[in-house]
C-alpha cells in the first residue's frame, strides 16, 4: 500500500487490531481476514501522525504524535478502550518530533539530536528538551 522510499510505518498491536502507523498518514486498521487497510482517525480532525507510536501495557494506552506537516505537533493518548482521547501540544521541539517512548510517568519525544520529556499526568505540562549528542558506539 504504502511504496514511498523512505517513508517510515510501525505496526502496533492496539485493543485486538493491528495498527499501522505511516508517517504523515492517518492510521490504517488491518483487516487480516480480507487482507485490506481501513483508514483510522487516532488523532481526531483528520491530523496525519508519525510513523512510531507505543502502547503502554500497564495500562494499555496508545500514544501517538502527530506530524510535523500540521504545527504544533500534538501527543495523543487514546485510552486502552478506544473511546476517548486527550491532546496535547509538544511545546518548544527544536525539529519535527520523529519518535516515542514511554516511562512509567514520562513521555519521552526524539526531535533529531534532542530528547524531550513531558510528564504523563497534569494539564499545563511542559517539554523539557536536551541534546543527546551522539550515542556512544
Do not use: K, Y
Amino acid at each position: 500500500m504504502f511504496t514511498e522510499p523512505g517513508r517510515r510505518f510501525q505496526l502496533v498491536s492496539f485493543r485486538g487490531s493491528i495498527l499501522m502507523l505511516v508517517d504523515d498518514a492517518l492510521a490504517c486498521a488491518v483487516d487480516l481476514a480480507r487482507r485490506t487497510f481501513h483508514p483510522v482517525d487516532l488523532a481526531g480532525s483528520g491530523r496525519h501522525l508519525i510513523g512510531d507510536g507505543a502502547v503502554d501495557p500497564e495500562t494499555g494506552e496508545l500514544h501517538l504524535v502527530t506530524s510535523a506537516a500540521s504545527l504544533p505537533q500534538l501527543h495523543v493518548r487514546v485510552s486502552p478502550g478506544g473511546l476517548t482521547r486527550t491532546t496535547r501540544p509538544i511545546d518548544g521541539a527544536p525539529g519535527a518530533v520523529n519518535e516515542v517512548a514511554l516511562t512509567a510517568d514520562q513521555v519521552v519525544f526524539r526531535a533529531g539530536e534532542f530528547l524531550g520529556v513531558m510528564d504523563r499526568t497534569g494539564v499545563d505540562v511542559t517539554t523539557e528538551w536536551m541534546p543527546h549528542g551522539n550515542p556512544p558506539t
